[in-house]
Each structure stands twice: as C-alpha cells, then as structure tokens.
C-alpha cells in the first residue's frame, strides 16, 4: 500500500486539490492527516468537507486543539489567534464538533502519526528536542517508524542506538533502514516554510519501505486573494509570495 501523509493544510484549497490530483497519479490507496488542517487560510470548510468526504484519518493539530479549546488559544501569536478565530466562524457547528473528535495520535500499520512530538503532543517541534529526549521517545515506542508536522519544514530523523542522524528530505525518496527508527517531517501542505512555497506531502510506500517527498505547484495567487478578501492578517499572504520560487 501507498499512504499518503499530508500535514498543515492551514484552510488552502487550492494547494489541497493540486494535492489530491498528484496523489491520485500516484496511486495512493489511504490518506493521513497530521492536523493543523485549519487556521491561516481562507477556506477552513472545504477543507474539513475534503477530509471528511474523502474519508481520511486525521490527528489533532495545535490550531485544532486552541479552536476546541480557548485556553490553548491564549498561547497563540496576536496574527495566528485572529486568523484561527475567523477560520472558526467560517466553520459551521457540524465542522467545529467533527474536530473536537480527532485524536493527538493514530496508529495505522505499524506507525505512529502525530502533529508535533511522539508520542502524543500536538504543540511540541520536534527540531528544539535534544537527541537524548528524541532517543528515549522512540525507544519507548513500539512503532519503528513516526511521522510529524507542525514545523512546516520537511526533514528525517534517523535514530541509532547512539545517536540521531538529521537528513535533510529534499525532492528524494529514501529508504528506512530496518535496524534504525525514524521520525518524518512531512512539512506543509499549505503553508511552507522551508523556502519553496510548492505544497508538500510525502508518500510511505510500506512495502518498499521508502518515503519520498512530493512538491506540488498550484495557484499561490488565487489563495492569496482568499486570505486578503478575508481579514486573515496579510502575514500570511505574504509568506506564500515570499517563501521562494516554484522553480523547485
């Protein structure tokens, strides 16, 4: 089977269905969400009907997870707390409680699925842990492999008995190594910031044992007229525009 595991829609459609098309080209037979599916963008309900017409498996993110709860709001950046609060009134009652129903962490065939830090924490990056913790987590776990979002950069974390290895996961396709665990860093589907504003995803093919990141071009401009038509903060228009080319 070929899982295809997406990460922090951020509410862009239009970066989602280039998504969905390159997906159904590549023969993707389950898709996984990693949350952050909602706040910065303009479109949170279509892309909520999305996930739920298209039946996928989805973890709570930390947009998720302040939009259920106000007090997690709080913690949020002025720009990213008004964003979050017009994307809840975008959102109807049905929408608002098939979110509070995610979990902070899946297990489907043998992986993990969290939006920040295994085992289950939604608002944690994985890239300010010491190796030491990053060690002790997955050598807590029974799943081998575990794949992340949140910090909108894609990147792999090989873990050894006496170290952690961190690779960069550029236009690739790399294979996981049974005698190692791994961490994936899936980066974003609508809201990149590793400085090419393609949509990423990446495909877990499970019987090759390989993941390969997939970069995706779409109309950044018709997303942020959205955000500009919306109220959203122009912060994150701009970071659209001004997170590199599409040349990549």
Request: with cysteine; hydrophobic share 40%.
């Amino acid at each position: 089977m070929r899982v295809a595991v997406i990460s922090d829609i951020h509410s862009n459609m239009e970066a989602l269905e280039a998504v969905e098309k390159d997906m159904h080209q590549q023969g993707v037979g389950q898709i996984i969400s990693l949350g952050d599916n909602i706040g910065y963008g303009p479109e949170p309900g279509p892309v909520i009907d999305w996930l739920k017409s298209c039946r996928v498996l989805s973890v709570m993110g930390n947009h998720e997870k302040a939009l259920v709860n106000p007090v997690f709001l709080d913690r949020f950046y002025l720009s990213a707390k008004k964003a979050l609060l017009i994307n809840k009134q975008m959102l109807s009652k049905a929408a608002c409680q098939w979110i509070a129903t995610l979990p902070f962490f899946l297990v489907f065939q043998g992986a993990r699925f969290v939006h920040g830090m295994p085992p289950d924490m939604s608002d944690v990056c994985i890239t300010s842990q010491a190796d030491s913790r990053i060690i002790h987590t997955m050598h807590a776990l029974q799943e081998r492999i575990c794949f992340v979002g949140h910090t909108h950069v894609p990147g792999i974390f090989q873990v050894e008995t006496r170290g952690v290895k961190k690779k960069k996961f550029e236009k690739s396709r790399v294979l996981l190594a049974n005698q190692h665990s791994y961490i994936i860093n899936t980066g974003s589907v609508g809201q990149p910031r590793d400085g090419y504003n393609k949509a990423k995803y990446v495909i877990w093919d499970m019987d090759a044992q390989v993941v390969e990141l997939r970069s995706v071009s779409y109309d950044i401009h018709k997303t942020v007229a959205k955000i500009k038509a919306s109220g959203i903060p122009l912060l994150y228009a701009d970071l659209l525009e001004k997170n590199g080319d599409q040349s990549r």
